[in-house]
């Protein structure tokens, strides 16, 4: 039931406290302020009432209904007088007032002098006496300024400066949150592998501190990847020079019609050494230099499907309407060719993709009839060097392809989900965001295209 965010969690929090605090004010001026005040008035109207009662008793009647007549006295008090009036929500206070008179007033009157209150056709307090020794009704009429003393005044006063506490509340909570929603958006821009922005460091201490741990960690960041970049572009250099040199060794020495078969072995292991060299690379880098550019994704899927049908391994294009959006095009050409890779190598047939658009997202599903494979390994197959049991016959993998895949997917803002297949088999489900932002919800988002 709580807000989510802290800018509403403080504003609530701020609103309760002041309204918490009226009504704690509120409760001790009505109690010991007010309440005293209307009985003291309620015993003295008391004695001013009994003492008019005792000047008229005696009179002779002719000049004691005379007298009374002055008062609009009558021998019965109207219909709509009322012993106990209804109480008025939006008189709150004045009913208060009324049954807090009405109530003390009954304690110092006598039993056969009663009293009434109407509030019809004007308030007016309706009490009984006695003219020449026979009851009769006099009324005194009450005025909205005898009722309030200014306390409607007070409780609007106090209602405004709650309003203008929670209004200075909501603005400074804004100043606060600005720089958190800036943190935030350079936190996504670096988990979605763009450069790092200096936030600034100004404001708040306790804001500025985090200010300056992030741009301490981004530099950091920065530094690293720089390392790793050096250190990468040296172990390919100086694995792939002897790499070649043995390939020219081997070249030159076996002789013409030598043993074909141990050429043949030799050059599949050095193959396999390049292919995992090259995958190392691959998830090292994973594109996160390369400029994102607009374009038409079905039409590098459709390329890539040419490219499988001319190897032998056909696949059934389902493609729907997709928009021109911005994407890194070898990064994007990389994560596709690695699922239609796995989908040809363990799937081997029922080869199919498919794409479709939802909620400002673009989906795209690679599944193949294969023996598919249980759900707790599913997400286990996106971290690096890790590889399902259908994968374990097969040589020269590393267990990266799924991971390279998983890395290129959160540079785009996307996410990778794997799911068995409707009929058997495996498929592997990205979603892409068109608009540039992070995916929400992808899974909701997925499910709700689900198997078709």
């Not at 208060?96 to 110092?108: A, G, I, M, P, T």
Request: proline fraction near 6%; charge should be neutral; charged fraction near 20%.
């Amino acid at each position: 039931m709580l807000p989510r965010s802290l800018l509403a969690r403080n504003i609530a929090l701020l609103v309760a406290l002041v309204a918490l605090t009226l009504v704690c004010s509120l409760g001790v001026l009505l109690h010991y302020i007010q309440r005293p005040r209307i009985e003291r008035a309620a015993e003295v109207f008391a004695d001013y009432v009994m003492t008019l009662d005792r000047i008229l008793a005696p009179m002779p009647a002719d000049v004691g209904h005379a007298v009374a007549a002055r008062l609009d006295g009558q021998p019965e008090p109207p219909a709509n007088a009322a012993t106990r009036p209804p109480p008025s929500l939006l008189n709150l206070y004045r009913t208060y007032q009324r049954d807090v008179f009405l109530e003390e007033l009954r304690k110092h009157l006598p039993a056969d002098m009663p009293v009434r209150w109407q509030t019809a056709d004007g308030q007016r307090l309706w009490m009984r006496v006695h003219v020449a020794g026979t009851p009769w009704w006099i009324a005194l009429s009450m005025n909205e300024d005898a009722q309030t003393s200014g306390m409607t005044t007070a409780i609007a006063l106090s209602l405004g400066l709650a309003l203008l506490a929670a209004l200075t509340g909501y603005l400074i909570q804004q100043r606060i949150n600005r720089p958190l929603q800036e943190l935030a958006r350079a936190a996504r821009h670096v988990s979605a592998g763009e450069a790092p922005v200096t936030l600034p460091t100004d404001g708040p201490t306790e804001i500025a501190q985090v200010s300056t741990a992030f741009n301490q960690m981004t530099e950091a960041l920065q530094q690293a990847e720089a390392t790793r970049a050096l250190m990468l572009a040296g172990v390919s250099h100086d694995i792939r020079t002897p790499l070649t040199k043995l390939r020219l060794a081997m070249a030159m020495a076996i002789p013409p019609g030598g043993d074909d078969s141990f050429v043949a072995s030799a050059e599949g292991y050095l193959d396999q050494i390049d292919t995992i060299l090259q995958q190392f690379m691959d998830y090292a880098g994973s594109g996160e230099r390369e400029v994102a550019q607009p374009g038409d994704l079905n039409a590098l899927i459709g390329q890539l499907a040419a490219d499988f049908a001319g190897l032998g391994h056909e696949f059934e294009l389902s493609l729907g309407d997709m928009p021109v959006f911005a994407f890194r095009p070898i990064a994007m050409m990389r994560l596709l060719m690695n699922l239609m890779q796995n989908a040809v190598v363990y799937g081997r047939a029922g080869l199919a993709v498919r794409t479709w658009t939802e909620a400002e997202v673009a989906h795209v599903a690679i599944g193949d009839r294969g023996k598919g494979i249980a759900a707790e390994e599913l997400e286990q197959l996106k971290a690096p060097f890790s590889r399902g049991r259908n994968a374990r016959g097969h040589s020269g993998g590393t267990g990266l392809g799924l991971a390279i895949v998983e890395r290129i997917a959160r540079l785009h803002g996307g996410t990778l989900q794997f799911r068995p297949r409707e009929g058997g088999g495996l498929e592997a489900h990205i979603a892409l965001p068109l608009a540039g932002k992070p995916v929400k919800q992808a899974q909701a988002a997925s499910r709700s295209g689900g198997l078709r």
